[in-house]
């Protein structure tokens, strides 16, 4: 009888353990999903839009990341944490930037390159431009395919779709209502430029997806999407569906310590 309990409490002790190497193997990595950046005394025809996030914010969250001391993930090290289950001995973060807005390099650049910080803009690869256009804070301007290359210290650049960023009159975006064949067409298009080095890796337009446009991504060779679903990315996090966090203006920074931890 002894040794029967004897057994069962070894069983139960291995089965606890097992539990909880689970519990720290299924960690959760927050996602950041930014889109403009202006300063406050810039702003003066984007006030209506949240996603334009105030420069300040941005410096007092990145600093908060950086005292924190959070390593940020490469899309490279996303992709090998969710197939090959990478760990980190730090706390992590990805931050990602959506459209691909010329602000990206002006202001958020110079902050993340001073804290040794990566990141990833998802670029609207039809909206880059052949020519350097002078930045202009009343203006939504693109990145030029000129400047892109010389960012890649900070940056990685990846596909936002070539031009299917528009929601559409049933409420489904472009991506959504296209044929496969126009799916897959603009997926390749907006992976065939050099400077997108990221070809891995895609953000779907609005965050409209559907089983079909998955299997289209798989066959252009991509491995990780995101999507504009709040989450983390955790030990079973489907690579095609990986949740962020839209921080935008007004988001308050007790509310943004929340989501990194």
Avoid at 100 to 111: E, F, K, M, R
Wanted: hydrophobic fraction near 40%; include cysteine; aromatic fraction near 16%.
């Amino acid at each position: 009888m002894f040794k029967l309990i004897k057994i069962v409490l070894l069983l139960f002790g291995s089965l606890a353990i097992s539990v909880i190497s689970m519990s720290q193997l299924d960690y959760g990595i927050p996602v950041l999903m930014y889109h403009h950046i202006l300063p406050v005394d810039e702003n003066k025809n984007f006030q209506n839009n949240a996603a334009v996030l105030n420069l300040e914010d941005f410096q007092r969250q990145m600093q908060y990341l950086y005292d924190n001391r959070f390593h940020t993930l490469t899309t490279e090290e996303v992709k090998e944490v969710l197939y090959d289950n990478k760990k980190f001995d730090d706390k992590c973060v990805w931050i990602t930037f959506d459209d691909g807005y010329y602000s990206n390099l002006v202001y958020a650049y110079p902050i993340l390159k001073n804290y040794g910080f990566s990141a990833t803009v998802f670029v609207l690869t039809s909206y880059v431009t052949d020519d350097m256009v002078p930045f202009n804070a009343d203006e939504l301007i693109y990145l030029n395919w000129q400047e892109m290359s010389n960012y890649c210290d900070v940056f990685d650049f990846a596909s936002h779709s070539d031009n299917m960023h528009e929601v559409e009159v049933n409420g489904l975006t472009k991506l959504e209502n296209s044929t496969q064949d126009e799916v897959i067409g603009d997926i390749k298009k907006s992976m065939s430029y050099d400077k997108i080095n990221a070809k891995y890796a895609f953000s779907y337009p609005y965050g409209g997806y559907n089983d079909e446009i998955i299997n289209d991504l798989k066959i252009c060779g991509v491995k990780i999407a995101v999507t504009v679903d709040e989450g983390y990315i955790k030990r079973f996090t489907n690579p095609y569906k990986i949740p962020r966090f839209n921080i935008y203006r007004g988001i308050s920074f007790n509310r943004f310590k929340s989501i990194v931890k």
